[in-house]
């Protein structure tokens, strides 16, 4: 059971939009903590996709961004693309546990 | 440009110790500024915080892990370290070195190490 809540999957046609939430309490996300997102192609490490909410790190495309809201925070993609067919995974700081803590991840599928 | 690399048995015994190491280069551990997290990921499952230090050696561990996991840091090798005893079945994972951690992003990772615990 994660902290954070992900859906399981979503999915999408090519140049479709779609979010991704996660959901978290008082304690994470609803303290202000950063929410950071990651993607996971198969067989390889994540990769830094958001950090601090809704910055892109340098060569992540505009495609990806990032909100919150109280509890919650999403990651939209927009214009869908083949290569995305990814893991996401959102991470944040929990003040009750001391420690980061992550959404149980949300397989994308592009249809 | 900032790299990562996890070391150590790919096989280990239930109720034995797992010990990994992660070498830095490109980048000093002694800089100060950032936290060097483990992290971990079981066969076809999500991501898991195992713990984080700082180069003064200040560490924070998972709850779940705390009473069997040590992390250390050697300044002078550029590296960190992971210790986790009595391992079982469940400690079986992806095990991945990072920058970052606490409420900082992980923004460079290590590829991983796959380790195993057998009976």
């Not at chain 1, 809704?54 to 993609?77: C, E, H, M, Q």
């Not at chain 2, 070195?97 to 992003?105: D, I, L």
Request: proline content about 5%.
């Amino acid at each position: 059971q994660s902290v954070l809540t992900q859906p399981p999957s979503v999915s999408g046609a090519p140049g479709q939009k779609v979010t991704i939430s996660c959901t978290g309490s008082s304690s994470n996300i609803g303290a202000d903590y950063a929410v950071h997102w990651y993607q996971q192609l198969p067989g390889t490490a994540p990769k830094l996709l958001i950090h601090a909410n809704n910055n892109r790190p340098s060569g992540v495309p505009d495609r990806f961004s990032g909100s919150t809201s109280g509890t919650s925070a999403s990651l939209a993609i927009t214009g869908l693309q083949a290569e995305d067919e990814a893991d996401y995974y959102c991470q944040s700081f929990d003040s009750s546990l001391r420690g980061s803590v992550f959404g149980g991840g949300t397989k994308l599928t592009v249809l | 440009q900032v790299l990562l690399q996890e070391s150590g048995p790919g096989l280990v015994k239930s109720s034995q110790t797992l010990s990994l190491t992660c070498t830095i280069s490109g980048g000093s551990i002694s800089s100060g500024d950032y936290y060097w997290s483990w992290l971990r990921q079981p066969p076809g499952k999500g991501l898991e915080w195992i713990g984080n230090i700082y180069y003064s050696g200040s560490s924070f561990s998972s709850p779940s892990l705390k009473s069997r996991l040590t992390i250390s840091v050697d300044t002078s090798k550029n590296q960190f370290s992971l210790r986790l005893t009595s391992v079982t079945a469940a400690d079986t994972a992806v095990y991945y070195c990072a920058r970052g951690g606490s409420n900082y992003p992980l923004d460079y990772w290590g590829q991983g190490t796959l380790v195993s615990v057998s009976s």
